[in-house]
């Protein structure tokens, strides 16, 4: 299993080591009775941001506080879209208030209001035309996640993430909305442009059924180690490292092309194969295995300089578990293109 380095991106050239993040994000998982044992409670992992966006005018304290664990209300909510749309001097989008808000529901919203919601459409009826059968969110969530609107919680709160369909907490939203205050209309055009652009290949069968299972997950939570949507693997949460949503993918699927695959990190993954059939990224086809980390094409694969996995929906996009939980990122551009070492074929 790789350490929390998976989840840690690579800003300004600046590569962090798995050794170096682990120290600083902590390996160990707690179970929810040694939290609860600690003190540690739901919705206390983001007090500042909490102070923030009451400051700001969002949110408001509750009677007895912030009360960051209780659900957020409708009309909390729409109350914190009329303060976000003053700011950007638009009108506030309305919303069914009797349906649950729940995380994908409170992320299309935000996307909506952000002004997005057509680049999530192109998203979203991409992947409908390419015959992956995509949840009804799938286009609000690579927004969404794209943006930093979520984010994995510390270690020892790792018990509390959301699934994609729990109701959002108040400190949860608080998150967002603090991410909000902080965007540039920069920040916003970028994802636009980004995402405006998105196209998927044509897909044989094979790589249809991988990419459905691969993108059904979109948004479930990053948890160290794991490998599995429900705690069967004998871990406190459901969810994915890095080379547990692939694993989760190819081998817990039963798909038989999983049987090619035999290790479980992502240096023993991507050091199984000899290197003749390692391929560059401009040979990357959907359904392939990408690895990152510090290793050049010809290096040999090591878990201190392959740190890092996903699949590939082509040449340009990949899907993968990290630090916004299961989400997508161009392989273009950005951290994903810096630190790529090489892919594999398992299709």
């Known amino acids: 299993m790789e350490r929390r380095a998976c989840a840690v991106r690579w800003s300004a050239g600046l590569r962090v080591s798995a050794f170096a993040c682990s120290l600083l994000l902590g390996a160990l998982v707690l179970c929810p009775g040694a939290q609860a044992k600690a003190g540690l409670a739901l919705g206390s992992w983001n007090h500042t941001e909490q102070m923030q966006v009451v400051r700001a005018g969002v949110m408001e304290d509750l009677s007895g506080g912030f009360g960051g664990e209780q659900s957020l209300s409708a009309t909390q909510m729409q109350n914190a879209l009329a303060a976000l749309a003053t700011r950007q001097a638009s009108a506030p989008i309305a919303f069914d208030p009797s349906a649950p808000m729940t995380v994908v529901r409170f992320d299309a919203l935000l996307v909506d209001q952000l002004g997005l919601g057509e680049a999530a459409g192109v998203v979203q ?51 967002s909305f603090a991410a909000i205050l902080g965007f540039s209309e920069w920040q916003l055009e970028q994802a636009r442009e980004t995402f405006a652009s998105f196209a998927l290949p044509r897909y044989n069968s094979a790589q249809r059924r991988v990419l459905s299972l691969a993108i059904s997950k979109i948004g479930m939570p990053y948890i160290w180690g794991g490998t599995t949507d429900d705690t069967s693997d004998g ?64 290096s040999p694969a090591k878990e201190s300089n392959v740190i890092h996995e996903g699949i590939a929906l082509s040449d340009e996009w990949a899907i993968h578990s990290s630090d916004q939980g299961v989400y997508v990122l161009p392989l273009s551009t950005g951290w994903l293109h810096e630190s790529f070492t090489w892919a594999r074929r398992v299709l």
């Open 125 to 175: 009826n991409q992947a409908e035309q390419a015959g992956l059968h995509p949840p009804s969110y799938f286009g609000s969530e690579v927004l969404a996640r794209y943006l930093d609107l979520r984010y994995m919680q510390p270690t020892r709160y790792e018990a509390f993430e959301p699934y994609p369909t729990d109701l959002i907490t108040r400190a949860e939203a608080a998150h």
């Open 235 to 298: 871990l406190s949460h459901g969810g994915y490292d890095c080379s547990g949503f692939a694993w989760r993918v190819y081998k817990l699927s039963d798909f038989p092309w999983g049987r090619k695959i035999n290790g479980r990190t992502a240096a023993q993954q991507a050091g199984e194969i000899p290197k003749r059939a390692r391929l560059r990224l401009s040979q990357v086809n959907g359904g392939d295995l990408l690895f990152f980390g510090t290793a050049h094409f010809n």
